[in-house]
Nanobody, 123 residues
Framework: VQLVESGGGLVQAGGSLRLSCAAS????????MGWFRQAPGKEREFVAA????????YYADSVKGRFTISRDNAKNTVYLQMNSLKPEDTAVYYC?????????????????WGQGTLVTVSS
């Protein structure tokens, strides 16, 4: 399994970005997926997760109402739509795949990770 994120960049506070994560392999459509982020000098933290079918989603309180996770199993891709961005959203964003259909907020429950994409929000 390989995961490749894209869509990061520099945006002003209040702006929007859409991250994409393209997955290789045959297991994507039966795997829970998640987005995590790591800001400079901080530990990696959970952002959002989605079940294999997309029927269930879960968000960190810090992004609830601003970010939306979705997936397209036909394209082996998971997305993170980020609106109303704040400077504190600045981080490297990682997508991750589970060897399980459900969603989880714990990074230890994910088996595969992408290389990350940098999101910088200026004030």
């Amino acid at each position: 399994v390989q995961l490749v994120e894209s869509g990061g960049g520099l945006v002003q506070a209040g702006g929007s970005l859409r991250l994409s994560c393209a997955a290789s392999g045959r297991t994507f459509s039966t795997s829970g997926m998640g987005w995590f982020r790591q800001a400079p000098g901080k530990e990696r933290e959970f952002v959002a997760a989605i079940s294999w079918s997309g029927g269930r989603t879960y968000y960190a309180d810090s992004v609830k109402g601003r970010f939306t996770i979705s997936r397209d199993n036909a394209k082996n891709t998971v997305y993170l739509q980020m609106n109303s961005l704040k400077p504190e959203d600045t981080a490297v964003y990682y997508c991750a795949q589970r060897s399980d259909r459900g969603l989880d907020f714990r990074s230890s429950q994910y088996d595969y990770w992408g290389q990350g994409t940098l999101v910088t929000v200026s004030s």
